[in-house]
């Protein structure tokens, strides 16, 4: 830990700041400060003096020497989505917030190439539009892709819906560009798909969660433009069964998988209750649901009639019970619907506590047995609604409130639940945080899981690259 | 660089050594040390007093902590293929081999999660076939494959042909087991598709050739067994034709394709004329050849007509001038062999010099015209024979000796040579090592390409994890 700086040193800090950003580039009114110092989920309520927005990477360069020639520790903010605090400042104010928002310019973006150079500040999703644009696809779809810039995607190794095909963002970065915690600019937005030059740094950057260093440009792999979708609902009687699909689907027509995600028939029901608009698209409800999505650049390549092919088989064995393949983008976008607003409608139902695990795919139907019975023995009444990216074995095992009890009583009671699902978690050698990163709400969990050798590396890596301990205190590493 | 222990304590830590392995696991017949001590390409003859083969990860770690305590540095090898001497010791023998050839099991292989556990010691050739066996793939195939083992495999991040679709070695590897420089274990072996907590360290070892620790096991994802090929070759009459038409069958159909291969006339000619049995299956030469290779584990896709129709339209507009299909499995290996025999046609030509080079795939034809016009110009009469992954932009760019030439006098010349072609790899932003790796061969280069904060950054993890600098010396870094 950095000793703090004395507050008029910050003074004359943010003046020197000035000289660098310009007016435009530095927010230091309560309202901007107070909001960049808080999180979205509201887990963090943090302090900071100044918001700097440096205009180029070489401002910003400079003005991570200003900060470590000062002694001051900071905090780089993309969109500020992180799920465990991962970019907000401390309570004491001694941290300034470096925000990338103005470094988001796409610097190239080459067809043949398949890579994009893109700033840090770029949204998710307009990255994803500039590759639509040349016919080529960014393959990472989150749900906060509307703010969620760049560099905080790739600082905490985003995941999402499309892992299953294509990996998460780590396995999209072929370059970068970070300013390491002395200032210095490590340019290595390089564009190749072969370099065996010495250490990989960049995916030692990539999931540092802003700890080792601020990454404010990338070069990304792209992948042609889907040409055919086919998207299938399907209810199943169990878990197991959701599996037993995945794995007929895989042995099918695997390459073309770009989703298989999991609801349970609880979780489902909040929807269709909450949502307005929410239409099961089945006769009849059931114990779980699969969206399954197969994607190709190919057109005509006959995907509608592979899934009919797989399903069929699935329905004669009671695999599955039920199934309805979109006819339509609407309808295509209203069984996405049905997955994508679980979160929204367990909020609208109570109070509810989240965890993002995953295990081995082969083990999901086990572990979401266990955990709900576990859960349920624990508080009764407890409902269970786990739900996400079955093909990459990344399941929100959520729990909602039992119906009429008291919703503040049931979040006190977040860390034994969390307790009682990771020991099924750890059961099947899972992890405690599948793609929502460590941040300033996990780093206690880190000596438990993650602890002996494999922690001892991370404080020896941390050590060696910021030696003062100046970027991101706090975060990750406990 | 350790201070060398005197060759007392080296007999001494030998014995030390033999009561944890055992005979069988202590090589200190010069027949085997020898051989150890010097690579395949024989451009390193070094010195060792034993070779020592554990048979478990505990009993290497257990040599490793003996090692460490007697500061006697350590050389890991596997199936001693490395390119760039990466996995010989040194010439005054105070360095100690040890080899992963005993850590050689499949530990685990499952179909659902699409992973295999794997050790070491394995082939990659046991480790594919180990794969298909549960009707999985792995998709990494190099041409020493036969003997390379996983270690070596994963600690030079190897490439080859089919990085195009699936990426390099560092791509497939989800977990790692690690004995760190002091012996200690770090099993990280976990099977997540999904896991952040913390740094990215299986990265980091993957790719720095033993000099921060021993892989002693690993898993990998694996993909479904392709079901349907189609391969085709190809004449066209320039380098940028080649690329109009990898451009061509990426539009059309890119997540199919498996290889796209670039071949000289000149190399495929030497191909012709010195490698038995060897046919070219199109009615005329041509300036180059191009390999496509379409793959997909789904049975009756429809490959060939997709090809067809690609080759036709490039056909149509002189990109392609001509081309043939492969009609089966033996017509398939046959130009697959055209392309793999362009080394050894080139040593049964005469001395040459070698290139492993990459730039991004969009400046391939630029790289391959300057380079060759920069080469003649060096060395009237010389033969530059480019070939490989056009796909991915890495080409093994090599030159041969002009007709009737000295031999030596022309290997004397590869720094020059080196030198030319690397400028050009330069002015695209490209690699001087795509895919072999630096070993003892290319620290040298290392200051020029990857100095300033780059090497700076490798430099302060190579202390923090090796801090007395004992495994394998000399290699990567300078």
């Known amino acids: 830990m950095p000793d703090s700086a004395p507050p008029h040193a910050v003074a004359t800090l943010i003046d020197r700041i000035r000289t660098v950003v310009g007016d435009r580039g ?14 979205w989920r509201r887990l963090f309520k943090g302090r900071t003096q100044a918001v700097v927005r440096p205009g180029t990477t070489e401002e910003l ?15 780089a903010q993309g969109g500020n989505t992180s799920m465990v605090g991962g970019a907000v400042p401390n309570e004491d104010g001694s941290e300034l917030v470096i925000s990338t928002a103005r470094l988001n310019r796409v610097r190239a973006l080459d067809p043949i190439d398949m890579t994009m150079t893109i700033e840090a500040g770029v949204t998710l999703k307009a990255a994803q539009n500039a590759a639509l644009e040349k016919d080529c696809m960014l393959p990472l779809s989150i749900s906060s892709e509307g703010s969620a810039q760049i560099g905080g995607v790739l600082a905490v190794n985003a995941g999402g819906n499309n892992t299953v095909r294509y990996g998460n963002a780590r396995d999209l970065v072929l370059g970068l560009e970070v300013v390491l915690p002395d200032g210095t600019i490590w340019n290595g937005l390089r564009k190749l798909r072969k370099d065996n030059t010495g250490y990989c740094l960049r995916q030692l950057f990539v999931g540092s969660e802003g700890t080792l260093g601020i990454i ?18 399907c209810s199943v009687p169990s878990a197991a069964a959701a599996l037993d699909l995945f794995a007929r689907v895989q042995a099918h027509d695997a390459a073309a998988i770009s989703a298989f995600e999991l609801m349970s028939g609880l979780g489902t029901d909040l929807v269709l209750r909450h949502i307005p608009n929410a239409v099961l698209p089945l006769a009849e409800p059931a114990p779980f649901y699969v969206l399954v999505e197969l994607a190709t650049p190919r057109p005509n390549a006959g995907l509608r009639a592979s899934l009919e092919t797989v399903l069929e088989a699935a329905l004669a064995e009671g695999v599955v019970v039920d199934a309805a393949i979109a006819e339509s983008d609407a309808q295509r976008a209203a069984i996405w619907r049905l997955r994508e607003e679980h979160s929204e409608a367990q909020k609208r139902e109570g109070a509810s506590v989240k965890n993002d695990v995953s295990v081995p795919v082969s083990k999901v139907p086990a572990f979401i047995d266990e955990a709900t019975a576990a859960c349920e023995k624990l508080i009764p009444g407890v409902r269970a609604v786990p739900f996400g990216h079955m093909g990459d074995g990344n399941i929100h095992f959520n729990l909602v409130q039992p119906i009429g009890g008291d919703p503040r009583w049931f979040l006190d009671q977040d860390h034994p639940i969390m307790d009682t699902v990771n020991e099924v978690v750890r059961k099947y050698d899972g992890s405690f945080s599948a793609e929502h990163g460590i941040g300033k709400l996990k780093p206690y969990m880190m000596p438990e899981w993650r602890g002996g050798a494999e922690l001892d590396l991370m404080r020896r890596i941390k050590d060696a690259i910021d030696p003062r301990g100046l970027m991101n205190p706090g975060k990750v590493l406990p």
């Open 216 to 233: 404010t440009a990338a070069v990304l792999k792209l992948v042609p433009r889907s040409r055919e979708i086919a998207v299938a609902f």
């Open 61 to 75: 360069a400079a003005v991570v020497r200003l900060c470590a020639a000062a002694g001051v520790p900071m905090v």
């Open 26 to 39: 530095l927010l230091t009114d309560p309202i901007d400060t107070e909001s960049a110092a808080e999180d």
